[in-house]
């Protein structure tokens, strides 16, 4: 649907200098704008409705609506896709990961901000984090609520994660993601409300910085092996392989542990209950499916903590992995990855700890 969009935020458009005091614009970052769809590029009918459809407004509308983030960077914006990231997919996955690292290849690029929906961000993120290849900031932002809704929260988020991506000393912290003035490793934010402006959280590794109008306050580098320090990459991958996360809950049995697997999956995780525990029955399964090969992984569906080997599940005599600190969406990333190539359980189990 491509409505004529009535952006209020658009509305509210000032005459902003193109660059900051002092500073001639061609002396600015260059930092390009990858944008996939998402609410911050959403519509409502109108500025106090629910309802809305993610991914109606293109990337040049977009920076037209925040004009204030050129004084902080020369902008050039590129459409990947424009969907709601609850249809985020292998395809756009690739396209933007290879997008990312030419464009990062190139010496007049100093940074790259990716507009994304909020849903599915943690895992975009943390799949770029894996496979991109540079130490330029990557900068993934969203919005909570839609471009033409009353107090939008998409400018002011696209203004601060342009900050953060002309900002020198994000340089090798990882790709970050930065909502609501908070600055997440890829590897570590998660989305913890389906409605509030404040969802996202760091609940175990916290926050990397703080962004407020663009001034950044760095803490810290991010947790995990990343971008250079990755051994991952998708230098001729054209497809990554099928693993599917079961839900754990009272009275599971193993039927969709092996539904996952007669429908192709070569990894499951399990969002476990607890510290990745589940019935006596799934647990079957699941050892059952490790035994022929499936890798198996124990995480959890608890909003935070880590998931231990061979706490109440004896990990070594069943061949299952446990998820350390990643959550069952991020688990699935990195077993895609890491299955792109034959390696012992051990050596999965590693990856786990490391990434
Ligand atoms: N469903 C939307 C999306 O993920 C939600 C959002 O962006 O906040 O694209």
Redesign the pocket.
Known sequence: MNRSIRISWLAALVAAPLAAPGLAADKLPNVVVLAT????A?AAGSDVQAAYT??QVGVEQLLAAVPQAKKLASLRGEQISN??????NDEVWLKLARRVNELAAQADVDGIVIT??????EETGYFLNLVVKTKKPVVLT???RPSTALSADGPLNFFNAVGVAANKDAAGRGVLVVVNDWIHGASSLTKANTTAVQTFLSPLRGLVGTVNYGECEFYRGPVGRNTLDSEFSLDGVTALPRVDIVMAHANMDGALVDAAAAAGAKGVIVAGVGNGNMTRAALDALAAQAKKGVVCVRSTRVASGRVGRNVEVDDDKLSLVASDDLNPQKARVLLRLALLKPRSLADIQKLFVEY
């Open positions: 769809g998402g609410t911050i959403g993610s991914g969907i709601g990231s609850q249809d985020m994304h929906g909020t849903d599915t961000i969203a919005a909570m």
